[in-house]
């Protein structure tokens, strides 16, 4: 196969929203090998982590190829973020992004597919640091998270359990966590019913 060509997604579903135009997929791909290098993984290692073959990884990274969202959630959860995350950081760089931005409740929300519930971020493009509002109804605990960048969480409704790094502490509405880069995380609501949560990651 020659080197341009792109290969296709196994598990493609074109519906998905993943980013479309040539530049988009360029700095999708830029993050993501950015993730990866910061996390020191190599394109065998994800490979072996998402079950997507490394050709077509090394595709993406190079803008040459456009995962589904089921492919960006395996990947995203390798590289320790969420595919909300990785097609906020295809939308364009710091200099296309507004001086200020507004947004109203539930504007934006799509589903965040990691733990389960949705998610919503409230700035675009290339910031210093992304907050986002997640909703959610998990009772179980679900799989760890664990990123290089610093973290805080503030719960907004609901009473949350949060495991820090095997420590469990419940976080009641207005009451928050912060913890530093490498903490393996996880959250899940104490009782039935849903919680809200505003996420702001460093960049």
């Given at each position: 196969?020659?080197?341009?060509?792109?290969l296709?997604?196994?598990?493609?579903?074109?519906?998905?929203?993943t980013?479309?135009?040539?530049?988009?997929?360029?700095?999708?791909?830029?993050?993501?090998?950015?993730?990866?290098?910061?996390?020191?993984?190599?394109?065998?290692?994800?490979?072996?982590?998402?079950?997507?073959?490394?050709?077509?990884?090394?595709?993406?990274?190079?803008?040459?190829?456009?995962?589904?969202?089921?492919?960006?959630?395996?990947?995203?959860?390798?590289?320790?973020?969420s595919?909300?995350?990785?097609?906020?950081?295809?939308?364009?760089?710091?200099?296309?992004?507004?001086?200020?931005?507004?947004h109203?409740?539930?504007?934006?929300?799509?589903?965040?597919?990691?733990?389960?519930?949705?998610?919503r971020?409230?700035a675009?493009?290339?910031?210093?640091?992304?907050?986002?509002?997640?909703?959610?109804e998990?009772?179980?605990?679900?799989?760890?998270?664990?990123?290089?960048e610093d973290?805080?969480?503030?719960?907004?409704?609901?009473?949350?359990?949060?495991?820090?790094?095997?420590?469990?502490?419940?976080?009641?509405a207005?009451?928050?966590a912060?913890?530093?880069?490498?903490?393996?995380?996880?959250?899940?609501?104490?009782?039935?019913?849903?919680?809200?949560?505003?996420?702001?990651?460093?960049?």
């Amino acid at each position: 196969m020659a080197a341009s060509a792109v290969l296709a997604d196994p598990s493609a579903d074109r519906s998905a929203d993943t980013p479309r135009d040539d530049q988009a997929g360029q700095r999708l791909g830029a993050h993501i090998r950015m993730l990866r290098r910061a996390r020191r993984l190599t394109l065998v290692q994800v490979a072996t982590e998402t079950d997507l073959s490394h050709p077509f990884l090394s595709q993406i990274e190079r803008g040459l190829a456009q995962p589904s969202l089921g492919s960006l959630r395996r990947i995203a959860v390798a590289l320790g973020t969420s595919p909300i995350e990785l097609i906020a950081a295809a939308e364009g760089p710091a200099s296309t992004a507004p001086a200020v931005e507004v947004h109203r409740r539930g504007d934006g929300a799509v589903a965040a597919d990691f733990a389960s519930g949705s998610a919503r971020m409230l700035a675009h493009g290339d910031r210093a640091f992304r907050p986002m509002e997640y909703e959610g109804e998990n009772t179980e605990p679900g799989e760890h998270f664990v990123h290089a960048e610093d973290e805080f969480v503030y719960v907004l409704e609901g009473t949350v359990c949060v495991d820090l790094d095997g420590e469990l502490r419940t976080l009641d509405a207005t009451e928050c966590a912060y913890f530093r880069g490498g903490v393996r995380h996880r959250w899940w609501s104490v009782r039935p019913g849903m919680y809200r949560l505003l996420i702001v990651k460093s960049t």
